[in-house]
């Protein structure tokens, strides 16, 4: 049954945001609906194992997203920008930082 559940999640997730690029919006928005469709709240087509593991999920969900940004980066843009970029990268996290201290 779990096996089933992920399945169904990678499956409905792919053509959700296959769906979403052709109605222009980011394949990340039909994926996300996907996932609240096929959810505890709505359809409740995920198994409880499935659900009882959401965190280790959603950890991995995080790093996927953060890969993908980071190969996105084009270098020379960033050396282009320079500063503004390294402020925009520092700052925030630093904001953060304190705050949690």
Do not use: Y
Not at 61 to 85: C, F, N, P, S, Y
């Amino acid at each position: 049954m779990m096996l089933e559940s992920i399945i169904w999640i990678l499956v409905m997730g792919f053509f959700g945001g296959q769906i979403a690029r052709r109605l222009r919006a980011l394949a990340l928005v039909g994926m996300v609906l996907v996932g609240i469709l096929l959810g505890s709240q709505v359809g409740n087509v995920i198994s409880p194992e499935v659900l009882a593991s959401a965190k280790l999920f959603r950890t991995i969900a995080v790093m996927v997203i953060l890969i993908k940004a980071g190969l996105g980066l084009d270098r020379e843009k960033l050396t282009q920008h320079g500063t503004v970029a390294l402020r925009l990268g520092f700052l925030p996290a630093a904001c953060e930082v304190i705050a949690i201290a």
